[in-house]
């Protein structure tokens, strides 16, 4: 197993509702979180918190550039519907990914002495699948 540069991620989506994911213009960083629910399940005698685990999550958030030639991800996000995604850590080694389909958010910040920038989030809508 080798440690690995984040330079080449990319996130592709199926911006289009049914459309082939493309993948996001001009981003910059990407984050894949999983965690599961937990239940306490403490009792009187026990010394501490005892938990059992519930239903895994699956999300993640997004940062870049906009790009005024491209949706991104501002059409998933402003029409409700579940899209296909694929995150790559490095784009050109494909043998390693997750994929699923996602609800997706958008949002864009822009100031005066700066470029605008696109952030947002997306949470699973289905199983999300790590290959590789």
Not at 113 to 129: H, L, P, R
Request: proline share 2%.
């Amino acid at each position: 197993m080798a440690r690995m540069s984040g330079q080449k991620g990319a996130l592709y989506v199926a911006i289009a509702s049914g459309g082939s994911a493309e993948r996001i213009a001009f981003l910059t960083q990407w984050s894949m979180n999983f965690s599961v629910d937990r239940t306490d399940v403490t009792s009187f005698d026990d010394s501490n918190k005892i938990y059992v685990a519930g239903k895994p999550d699956a999300q993640g958030t997004f940062q870049g550039w906009y790009d005024n030639a491209t949706a991104q991800t501002y059409t998933a996000a402003v029409d409700g519907v579940a899209r296909k995604f694929y995150l790559y850590p490095d784009r050109d080694v494909n043998t390693q990914y997750w994929f699923g389909t996602g609800l997706f958010d958008f949002s864009a910040t822009g100031q005066q002495d700066g470029a605008i920038a696109i952030n947002g989030s997306f949470a699973a809508a289905s199983a999300v699948t790590k290959i590789g």
